[in-house]
């Protein structure tokens, strides 16, 4: 079993920055892909950011120029830098982790709220 805990949420205004973070626990073999998802009030579950394990990353159009995904491997955390925020950008952030090719796991999630 792998847990994840994200930290780093919280409330910024417009044009503000946030990093967040996710380590996980547990017992891990290997991590293959790590990435941030995330779903406002009344909306599906999007993704924002995905790492893969060599490093390969893709982003979301609506989140490109603007958000950055890194992951340290010894360490089995992955970040979010999330720079010039709109209110839009307002969401529950959730880490998601594919372990071994085949095991995905969920943090809780964690709230950015961007006022304008």
């Known amino acids: 079993q792998v847990q994840l805990v994200e930290s780093g949420g919280g409330l910024v205004q417009a044009g503000g920055s946030l990093r967040l973070s996710c380590a996980a626990s547990?017992?891990?073999?290997?991590?293959?892909?790590m990435s941030w998802y995330r779903q406002a009030p009344g909306k599906q579950r999007e993704l924002v950011a995905i790492?893969?394990?060599?490093?390969?990353?893709n982003y979301a159009d609506s989140v490109k120029g603007r958000f950055t995904i890194s992951r340290d491997n010894a360490k089995n955390t992955v970040y979010l830098q999330m720079n010039s925020l709109k209110p839009e950008d307002t969401s529950v952030y959730y880490c998601?982790?594919?372990?071994?090719?085949?095991?995905?796991?969920w943090g809780k999630g964690t709230l950015v709220t961007v006022s304008s």
């Open positions: 998601n982790v594919l372990e071994r090719g085949i095991f995905y796991y």
């Open positions: 790492i893969m394990s060599e490093g390969t990353t």
């Open positions: 547990g017992t891990i073999f290997s991590i293959n892909s």
